[in-house]
């Protein structure tokens, strides 16, 4: 499914993703007619919403964030052909890792607090991912049912904990006690939504790249995701690479969890992710994984998450659109890059040899 | 010590009227992966069929009307779908995860314009028990089994039917020859393509008619997310049945007993948060996997299937 044909068709690819794009707005357009609206005043809704004035700029780049992060998770994971559908179960337990810190570890200096939550959420956030891993490194079991099953066991332990032993007394929601203020990130641009957590993103990023690209790992990584059968005869630990390679995605995962905690919500609530883990994995289709692309793919979904969400506000469009609208768009957007080469029939009956 | 007999016999009981999701999944997966290609638009398609099945049902009061639409709905995504794996070989997994988030979107659209802003939410009354004459007087297992509402019985009919078609019938031969090696198959003249799209369309059909038995026959109403993950633990079931139809029965009652086993131990042991008990299937099948990988390696001649994508 990967393969490493390097950035010389970025034409072609710009074209095909243009074209995807079109059609996906055209797709989504019908939609919007169909449910008895405008799709002009629509997409002017959309793009006021995102980018109409810096404050909300900012807000698109908060969401953008979470996508970031996981897409690099998933990114990390991809190059191994390792499918890390678990990712938003991996970010929950970041979070929940970042809140129990906050709730229950005091009385240490603020940058060190803030150390040992994020250490705990990437730790805990790894070790989740890992067990799909090791099933998958030695067991060969494949990790598609294993990390979305891990998901639904993550949503009832955090349905549990935010109703029950870490529930705040205050108001009829449930939702935790605040954390210790001294985990709450700084904005970036005071006044702003924007959180720290983009430097977080930033330097993983980096890292990331770093470490698929230019280092020996990252070679074994992606010659496993290409042919691990090849890379078994030259000699790479495929099974360590897997097992590896999902720790470091889930380590991610969880480090998104947990900059959402720190820099927006401040406690656990039930809702801190519409579902970024699982759209990071169309962030790091759309731009077959690579490190540094993913923020802008991350920032284009994000754009359409709050354009969604201002539909929903000022037009009443109906919550769900936005996920029949992801699923619309990616597909029309994907599917000209996975067209076969060449001429592409509809039937092909018999076949030529 | 007396053992009491009737609470396994009620925890059976609610198994076996859980089983019928399980099983239509895992029969159409069994017919889908028979064929070489892996159904995996589960999720999705089954919320579509929840939803329109529902609805139809709640806005006609005809279930057969409700169960029909249900299966229409999936049969129309299994095109989509097959279109989409077969003809265009898009990576599988992609496909199933937008499947899958198309349908939580689009069945939660389509409730939410139904239901919108009405204060009490709409119920249909779940499909009533009907006891087969005879046989459901047999001591323990005449309640058990035929003591169902009508599409348990469809199940079972379901279990023979494919098993006898796939091992017995001139079709079941061709999807058969597709699935272990389909260049053989094309040069019988098979259409490998045309085999597997319907296959896959089957297999839909009946996620579509599995997705809506949930809110027709368990809960009575529909709700998102309502299936829970079951399509995901379905993709195992043909696997963990060695893909012979009635083996995959006995896996899907398996996980029904689980499911069914989780509701009592919540009623019956108030003190354990139900949170955890919840996630004892998941953690269940999760182990379950293990057994069935254990048997797949080395591959056998079932274990082609999935590489099937890549040869045609």
């Known amino acids: ?60 780049l908060v969401k953008t964030i979470p996508l970031w992060l996981s897409g690099i998770s998933v990114a990390i994971a991809l190059y191994a052909n390792f499918w890390n559908l678990g990712a938003e179960g991996q970010l929950y337990l970041g979070a929940v890792a970042y809140t129990g810190i906050g709730l229950f570890v005091s009385g240490i200096p603020a940058p060190l607090h803030l150390l040992i939550a994020f250490v705990t959420a990437f730790v805990i956030g790894s070790i989740w991912a890992f067990i799909p891993g090791v099933l998958k490194g030695y067991l060969n079991i494949n990790e598609v049912v294993v990390t979305i099953l891990s998901n639904y066991i993550v949503f009832l332990l955090v349905e549990y904990l935010v109703s029950g032993p870490w529930k705040d007394p205050v108001g009829f929601e449930p939702i935790t006690y ?25 330097v993983f990023t980096i890292i990331a790249y770093i470490v698929i690209h230019k280092t020996t790992l990252g070679y074994e990584v992606r010659s496993v995701g290409v042919n691990p059968k090849a890379a078994r005869r030259a000699g790479i630990k495929v ?38 883990g699982f759209f990071a994995l169309i962030v790091a289709l759309l731009v077959k994984s690579h490190p540094l692309a993913i923020p802008f793919a991350a920032f284009f979904l994000a754009i359409i998450f709050v354009g969604v969400d201002a539909l929903q506000r000022t037009m009443g469009m109906p919550v769900g659109a936005v996920y029949a609208l992801q699923a619309i768009m990616v597909i029309c957007i994907l599917i000209p890059e996975y067209l076969p080469k060449g001429r592409w029939k509809l039937w092909r009956g018999r076949s030529r040899p | 010590m007396a053992w009491e007999i009737s609470p396994i016999i009620g925890v059976l009981e609610i198994a076996f009227k859980l089983s019928v999701p399980f099983t239509l999944l895992g029969i159409g997966q069994l017919v889908a992966q028979r064929s070489g290609v892996l159904d995996i638009g589960l999720e999705g398609t089954m919320l579509m069929g929840a939803v329109t099945g529902f609805l139809i ?30 003809s265009l070989k898009i990576d599988q997994v992609l496909i199933g995860m937008m499947i899958w988030i198309f349908g939580i979107g689009m069945s939660t659209l389509i409730h939410k314009i139904f239901v919108g802003v009405r204060a009490a939410l709409p119920i249909v009354t779940a499909l009533p028990n009907i006891p087969i004459p005879l046989l459901s007087d047999i001591p323990i297992i005449g309640s058990i089994l035929f003591n169902q509402n009508v599409m348990v019985y469809a199940s079972y009919v379901l279990v ?23 260049k053989a198959a094309d040069t019988l003249g098979i259409n490998v393509e045309l085999v597997r799209y319907l ?14 038995y949930m809110p027709l026959a368990e809960t009575g109403t529909f709700t998102i997310g309502i299936t829970g993950g079951r399509g995901w633990i379905a993709l195992q079931l043909a696997a963990f049945g060695r893909w012979i139809p009635p083996l995959t029965f006995l896996g899907s009652l398996l996980f029904a007993i689980v499911e ?16 955890f008990i919840l996630m004892m299937p998941y953690i269940v099948v999760i182990i379950t996997l293990i057994y069935i990988y254990k048997g797949v390696i ?9 590489k099937r994508e890549e040869e045609k």
């Open chain 2, 199 to 212: 296959a896959l369309v089957f297999s839909s059909a009946l996620n579509g008619l599995g997705g809506a």
């Open chain 2, 298 to 306: 080395p591959p056998t001649a079932l274990g082609i299937p999935y």
């Open chain 2, 57 to 86: 049902t709640y806005l006609t009061g005809d279930y057969v009307l409700g169960f029909l639409v249900a299966m229409l709905v999936g049969v129309i995504m299994g095109i989509f779908e097959a279109y989409l794996v077969v």
């Open chain 2, 260 to 275: 069914a086993l989780a509701y009592r131990v919540q009623l019956v042991y108030k003190a354990i948060p139900y949170h």
């Open chain 1, 178 to 202: 605040p954390i210790n203020p001294a985990l709450e990130l700084p904005a970036v641009i005071p006044g702003t939504w924007l959180h720290s957590g983009i430097y977080i993103a930033i």
């Open chain 1, 239 to 276: 099974a360590r690479v897997i097992m590896l390679t999902s720790l470091l995605s889930g380590g991610i995962a969880g480090l998104a969890g947990a900059a959402e905690i720190g820099g927006v919500y401040h406690r656990l609530v039930r809702g801190i992710s519409p579902g970024y």
């Open chain 1, 1 to 60: 499914m990967f393969n490493e044909e390097k950035i010389v068709s970025i034409r072609k690819y710009l074209k095909l993703y243009t074209g995807g794009i079109t059609i996906a707005l055209a797709a989504f357009a019908l939609f919007i007619i169909a449910l008895g609206q405008d799709p002009i005043t629509a997409y002017a809704t959309m793009f006021y919403a995102s980018m109409g004035s810096p404050g909300r700029l900012a807000g698109t």
């Open chain 2, 160 to 182: 023979l039917v494919i098993h006898l078609v796939i091992f017995k019938t001139t079709y079941g031969l061709k999807l058969r020859a597709v699935g272990e090696n389909p």
